[in-house]
């Protein structure tokens, strides 16, 4: 089918039938804007061509050359008028578009709403509210059970803590004495001076034998 036909032909089809839809508008104004670049293009390369024959003939043909001129400006009327419904074709497209867009966006949202509406149709609040309390009970239930199962048992020995704490801090202090002990050495103990005083020496035996001789001696002498 040519670009007319699809414009004014097809009998109006879907027009007939409701109105044509967002996308067979935009479909529409989209081959418009084909149609109409095509002529824009048609009509620039005759401006060009009609430049061309008017240069060429110039002051020898001055009738040619303003004829050639007159067809520029009326392709050029026409080219500028195509701008024109091009630009606002263009901005009809993407407002449709914008509006096609907006329109899918909330049949989808209330598609959406829809489905949440549906699923929360089996849904009591109260149902709901009695649900949580019973899994919030039922994890309580099992930090409990948990925190039991977790205690040390005994198994019937009982002690005294405070004994204990007790002893363990004895235990600590006789550990820190003996490291206290390692790190400053044995105590010295201080020992006695020595006695300045010279002491008499003890004679030995063969001056003691001598002496003897000598008291003997006097004695003898002192007799006579």
């Known amino acids: 089918m040519s670009v007319f036909g699809k ?22 104004l989209r081959d ?21 024959a008017a240069k060429k003939h110039g002051t020898k043909n001055k009738r040619a050359a303003l004829q050639a001129l007159k067809r520029k400006k009326r392709y050029e009327k026409q080219l500028a008028q195509i701008d024109g419904t091009l630009s606002t074709i263009e901005f009809q497209r993407e407002a449709l578009e914008n509006a096609n867009t907006n329109t899918e966006v909330l049949k989808n949202m209330g598609y959406a709403a829809k489905a949440m509406k549906a699923a929360h149709d089996n849904m009591d609040i109260d149902k709901v509210d009695e649900l949580m309390q019973d899994i919030a009970d039922q994890q309580e239930l099992a930090e409990e059970i948990s925190t039991a199962i977790s205690k040390p048992v005994g198994f019937g020995e009982e002690f005294d803590e405070d004994e204990l704490m007790a002893e363990l801090e004895e235990l600590e202090q006789e550990e820190l004495d003996k490291n206290l002990l390692e790190i400053s050495g044995p105590e010295t103990v201080p020992l006695p001076n020595v006695p300045s005083i010279t002491l008499p020496s003890k004679p030995t035996k063969k001056k003691e034998e001598e002496e003897d001789d000598m008291k003997e001696l006097e004695n003898w002498a002192g007799s006579m």
Do not use: H, V, W
């Open 32 to 52: 418009t804007e084909e149609m109409l670049s095509k002529k824009q293009e048609f009509l620039e390369t005759k401006i060009e061509q009609e430049l061309t």
């Open 7 to 28: 414009l004014f032909g097809a009998g109006g089809g879907k027009a007939g039938k409701g109105g044509p839809t967002p996308q067979d508008a935009i479909q529409r």
